[in-house]
């Protein structure tokens, strides 16, 4: 035995021996990246496949698996350094304080799309996600989850849905108060919404095929006329009228309707 210790011989046993390594590389993870939740492929610079053997140890605890790789010591080895047991706890409670942060910053959780918070956590794409559970009802959002979402002003309503929205009922104003939603391409509502663009944004996107048919016929039945006579035509027929009514063609500046709207 003294002359095996000599030349190096290591006596742990197998399991023992990779167990170290895997421990060794989950205190490296996380003193790099601050906790203990790698994607499930995530590989070391060495090639050890860490994000594998974590998601294994969490399956064996949770269906109460005790093995050479989990052992009750290990296990308090683990959670010294603060391994995440449960994933979907973790990411929830990494997310809802972002979130927090997010309101406290900006005054809602109206958060784009795109947005990563200064931690590099993607809270757009999570608040998305969180959304299209809330709307199929998925289980994966449980109702005190839901319960906390809405204590924090949780807006379930997609981002770009709430924008159409808004500039809907803008439109819902302007016709209740002239009468028609004719609207002047560079009119601009008192609340800053430049609606005319938007209307004329909604007729370019009924030509290329590319609105939602709910929202085509909540705008027809609102009094949008998608079908539009070539100008030249509506410019015509208006003339037409003036004429029969004024027997000329010489038009007051200040009284024509020969103007753009839509």
Not at 132 to 145: D, Q, V
């Amino acid at each position: 035995v003294e002359k095996l210790d000599k030349l190096g011989m290591r006596w742990d046993s197998m399991s023992t021996m990779m167990w170290n390594k895997y421990y060794a590389a989950c205190v490296e993870y996380k003193d790099k990246y601050g906790d203990l939740s790698p994607a499930r492929t995530y590989v070391t610079d060495d090639g050890l496949k860490l994000g594998g053997w974590i998601t294994n140890i969490r399956a064996y605890k949770r269906n109460g698996i005790k093995s050479n790789f989990l052992t009750d010591e290990h296990i308090a080895a683990l959670d010294k350094i603060g391994m995440v047991w449960e994933v979907h706890d973790f990411m929830f409670e990494k997310f809802y304080y972002s979130a927090v942060r997010y309101l406290q910053e900006y005054g809602d959780l109206d958060v784009p799309s795109q947005y990563v918070d200064s931690e590099g956590n993607r809270l757009g794409v999570w608040i998305d996600k969180n959304r299209k559970y809330y709307r199929e009802k998925n289980p994966n959002l449980t109702a005190e989850e839901i319960e906390r979402l809405n204590s924090i002003g949780m807006m379930w309503e997609k981002r770009v849905d709430r924008i159409w929205r808004v500039q809907y009922e803008e439109l819902v104003r302007y016709k209740k108060r002239f009468g028609n939603v004719k609207v002047p391409l560079k009119y601009v509502t008192e609340t800053g919404v430049k609606l005319g663009e938007w209307l004329n944004d909604q007729f370019a996107k009924y030509k290329i095929k590319r609105m939602p048919k709910e929202r085509e016929e909540k705008l027809r039945a609102l009094g949008v006329v998608f079908e539009r006579e070539d100008p030249w035509e509506e410019r015509f027929k208006l003339a037409e009228e003036y004429y029969k009514e004024h027997h000329t063609l010489t038009i007051d500046r200040k009284s024509t309707r020969l103007n753009s709207s839509h």
